[in-house]
């Protein structure tokens, strides 16, 4: 009666997995990255300190090893289940699951998360407005894709996340350089990519939890930046919670509860999903994941509901109890509060000072992390978790939280000394 965690993205210190699978009845084991440990800067648990087993693996994503030593380990020691939070596991996961004959998610309940094409087909076919798109075979294909809807075109990999491998471009120019410079013919972008409609206005997330085949909680933010421009962008990355009197919040909803009932997903897992608020008041699909949202908005759904998603998603794959009161069908829950994030991207430069805590006159910040420390040289954000920091504030309305983050953005940049590298 074992569990097989794999982590390949993020700290181990937010993710205790010894600790929530602690009523567990049997052994807790760990594989995870050893680039992403090199990366975080942290060391691997030692074997016996809540862990059964724990080992880092080369080349955790690529080479192949992690499925070998995870099969290793099932028949070593009896694994009754795998989980895996981070996206690009949950495929490789739901394959292990199959091959051991495991309860869980299956690759049928991954691939309408994950494959941004078929995820828009079956949105489509249930109503939901998706903008349009159409599979990349050839770079014809873009063309012909920018001669019929027009510029700006997206491009972006069907399984891609976090922005990564994604591309605006704005005129025959940009694309004609994409084409000349990025665009590989022979290489991975082939026959993994599609190409959307740009789709103007805000962009929104929903985050929540299916607990049981049923939606236990969810609610929506929105975003006031641009998503794809964390490399550019070194102003206030700030997302913001809707209030519980807003038309939009509860419209968002209803658009989130027809999407998972047109996507064959699992009995249980945390969601992340993006829905276009357009100029003509229109919501349109960008997409949706299986998984417990990025940056702070695990802590933003924790603190709007008091359970933590990843956690109760991961406790309830295992049959454990989750701290998640089932409301009776129809009913939504409330918010106990606003929240909303500030995220800071890394920047060209040496650190030469960074504030590591918040002043005590700020007793609304609910998290404040530093991903920097003095003396480390930075060059700009690669992906869009390359943090310089990240805060997390509460507050009765919106209004108030963005207030409040603005007013620790100020305070932070203040503090903050960055030579010349």
Same mark, same amino acid.
């Given at each position: 009666?074992?569990?097989?965690?794999?982590?390949?993205?993020?700290?181990?210190?937010?993710?205790?997995?010894?600790?929530?699978?602690?009523?567990?009845?049997?052994?807790?084991? =760990?594989?995870?990255?050893?680039?992403?440990?090199?990366?975080?800067?942290?060391?691997?648990?030692?074997?016996?300190?809540?862990?059964?087993?724990?080992?880092?693996?080369?080349?955790?994503?690529?080479?192949?090893?992690?499925?070998?030593?995870?099969?290793?380990?099932?028949?070593?020691?009896?694994?009754?289940?795998?989980?895996?939070?981070?996206?690009?596991?949950?495929?490789?996961?739901?394959?292990?699951?199959?091959?051991?004959?495991?309860?869980?998610?299956?690759?049928?309940?991954?691939?309408?998360?994950?494959?941004?094409?078929?995820?828009?087909?079956?949105?489509?076919?249930?109503?939901?407005?998706?903008?349009?798109?159409?599979?990349?075979?050839?770079?014809?294909? /873009?063309?012909?894709?920018?001669?019929?809807?027009?510029?700006?075109?997206?491009?972006?990999?069907?399984?891609?996340?976090?922005?990564?491998?994604?591309?605006?471009?704005?005129?025959?120019?940009? =694309?004609?350089?994409?084409?000349?410079?990025?665009?590989?013919?022979?290489?991975?972008?082939?026959?993994?990519?599609?190409?959307?409609?740009?789709?103007?206005?805000?962009?929104?997330?929903?985050?929540?939890?299916?607990?049981?085949?049923?939606?236990?909680?969810?609610?929506?933010?929105?975003?006031?930046?641009?998503?794809?421009?964390?490399?550019?962008?070194?102003?206030?990355? /700030?997302?913001?919670?809707?209030?519980?009197?807003?038309?939009?919040?509860?419209?968002?909803?209803?658009?989130?509860?027809?999407?998972?009932?047109?996507?064959?997903?699992?009995?249980?897992?945390?969601?992340?999903?993006?829905?276009?608020?357009?100029?003509?008041?229109?919501?349109?699909?960008?997409?949706?994941?299986?998984?417990?949202?990025?940056?702070?908005?695990?802590?933003?759904?924790?603190?709007?509901?008091?359970?933590?998603?990843?956690?109760?998603?991961?406790?309830?794959?295992?049959?454990?109890?989750?701290?998640?009161?089932?409301?009776?069908?129809?009913?939504?829950?409330?918010?106990?509060?606003?929240?909303?994030? =500030?995220?800071?991207?890394?920047?060209?430069?040496?650190?030469?000072?960074?504030?590591?805590?918040?002043?005590?006159?700020?007793?609304?910040?609910?998290?404040?992390?530093?991903?920097?420390?003095?003396?480390?040289?930075?060059?700009?954000?690669?992906?869009?978790?390359?943090?310089?920091?990240?805060?997390?504030?509460?507050?009765?309305?919106?209004?108030?939280?963005?207030?409040? =983050?603005?007013?620790?953005?100020?305070?932070?940049?203040?503090?903050?000394?960055?030579?010349?590298?």
């Amino acid at each position: 009666m074992s569990v097989l965690v794999l982590h390949q993205v993020g700290s181990l210190h937010a993710v205790p997995y010894d600790t929530w699978f602690a009523d567990h009845a049997g052994d807790v084991l =760990l594989l995870a990255s050893r680039e992403n440990l090199d990366r975080v800067g942290e060391q691997l648990p030692l074997s016996g300190a809540g862990y059964a087993y724990t080992e880092s693996v080369d080349g955790y994503d690529t080479s192949g090893r992690l499925e070998e030593r995870a099969l290793d380990l099932a028949r070593e020691y009896g694994v009754t289940h795998v989980v895996a939070p981070h996206e690009r596991d949950l495929e490789r996961a739901a394959v292990l699951r199959e091959i051991l004959g495991l309860p869980g998610q299956r690759t049928e309940t991954v691939l309408p998360f994950r494959d941004k094409s078929l995820m828009k087909e079956l949105a489509a076919a249930a109503g939901v407005r998706v903008a349009a798109y159409r599979e990349m075979e050839t770079a014809t294909d /873009i063309v012909a894709f920018a001669d019929e809807h027009g510029f700006p075109v997206v491009l972006k990999p069907r399984d891609s996340a976090g922005s990564v491998g994604l591309h605006i471009l704005s005129s025959r120019e940009e =694309l004609d350089t994409y084409l000349a410079e990025d665009f590989d013919l022979y290489g991975p972008d082939l026959p993994n990519l599609i190409a959307e409609e740009y789709v103007p206005g805000p962009l929104c997330h929903i985050d929540g939890l299916v607990l049981d085949g049923r939606l236990a909680l969810a609610w929506p933010s929105q975003y006031q930046y641009a998503l794809a421009t964390y490399a550019t962008d070194t102003g206030p990355r /700030i997302d913001l919670t809707l209030d519980v009197d807003d038309p939009l919040a509860h419209r968002l909803l209803a658009f989130t509860e027809r999407l998972l009932a047109a996507l064959p997903g699992p009995e249980n897992f945390a969601f992340h999903a993006e829905v276009f608020h357009t100029p003509d008041d229109e919501l349109v699909l960008c997409e949706i994941a299986c998984r417990t949202g990025g940056a702070a908005i695990r802590d933003i759904v924790t603190l709007l509901f008091g359970a933590d998603p990843t956690e109760s998603w991961l406790r309830a794959e295992l049959g454990l109890p989750v701290a998640v009161e089932q409301l009776p069908s129809g009913e939504r829950p409330v918010p106990r509060t606003m929240t909303g994030q =500030l995220v800071l991207m890394k920047r060209p430069g040496r650190v030469a000072a960074v504030p590591d805590a918040v002043p005590p006159e700020f007793p609304w910040v609910e998290r404040f992390r530093v991903f920097v420390q003095p003396g480390q040289t930075l060059a700009a954000a690669r992906t869009s978790s390359d943090f310089l920091c990240t805060v997390l504030v509460s507050g009765p309305d919106r209004a108030t939280v963005e207030a409040r =983050l603005r007013q620790v953005e100020t305070w932070f940049l203040e503090q903050l000394v960055l030579e010349d590298a």
